[in-house]
């Protein structure tokens, strides 16, 4: 049994946003390195989209996401950085979001070429508001589990 796999190496990121209320999800894609750049411009993004209220993005405590340029960047936009404890992915609704493109993009795919790759997986994170909007709403519920009367 032959097994096709691609060769090569080719990186295609996204950093991305997700409104919890509202489903939208906002992204910044590229072919090279996540860096400040790449949050800030995530940043401005969601500063665009012009809310009447105020905004907090939560983000992994990644040393990108935390440096100087990137709270400045965040300032001047007037949006709250509310930064995860480590090793705590499953409080953030992004991985839950991420987790769903790659059972839907990834798993079991094989790809010609990594422009049909990129394509697939712009697509769904296109179509994530529409066509997987129900998917979405059922998986990035904000129904987390609480411990009520837990003494220590």
Known sequence: MVVRSPSGRKRFNVLGAFNAITQQLITVTNETYINAESV?????KVADLAYTIPVTLILDNTRYQRCVKVIECA????????????YSPNLNLIERVWRFVKKTCLYAHYYENFASFKDSIETCLREADKKHKQDLE??????FQSFKNISL
């Open 40 to 44: 800030c411009l995530l940043l401005q």
């Open 138 to 143: 059922t998986l990035c519920s904000l129904k």
């Open 75 to 86: 300032a001047t936009l007037q949006i709250e950085l509310l930064f995860l404890p480590a």
